[in-house]
């Protein structure tokens, strides 16, 4: 079993920045793919970005290519995900997402993750 737990949401101005974390209590030095999600009032969850942990090879959604970063520590057994210059569409509840089966993996499908987190909301209004 997998917790994964959020953090890092908040309310920010259009053109700020926030970080979110990721926390996985234990070791994610085993999770080879996780990904962040988010879900926006009234529309579906969509991808935003993935990391595969064996060759650092990260994957971004078009909307947030270039100001969103993904990241992670295994030190730290956390993931990372900084995103700069928000928008108001990026507003939506941010959720974490892990997959720990090998195999060919999409990293922007939902079904392609087995462990969520409970989801951080990120406001962006002013």
């Known amino acids: 079993q997998v917790q994964l737990v959020e953090s890092g949401g908040g309310l920010v101005q259009p053109g700020g920045s926030l970080r979110l974390s990721c926390a996985a209590p234990?070791?994610?030095?085993?999770?080879?793919?996780m990904g962040w999600f988010r879900q926006a009032p009234g529309k579906e969850r969509e991808f935003v970005s993935a990391?595969?942990?064996?060759?650092?090879?990260?994957y971004y959604a078009d909307s947030v290519k270039g100001r969103f970063t993904i990241s992670r520590d295994n030190d730290k057994n956390t993931v990372y995900l900084q995103m700069n210059s928000l928008q108001p569409e990026d507003t939506a509840v941010y959720y974490c997402a892990a997959r720990v089966y090998d195999g060919t993996w999409i990293p922007s499908v939902t079904t392609q993750y087995n462990y969520w987190g409970q989801g951080t909301q990120v406001t962006v209004s002013s």
């Open positions: 990391i595969r942990g064996s060759d650092g090879n990260t």
């Open positions: 234990g070791s994610i030095f085993s999770i080879n793919f």
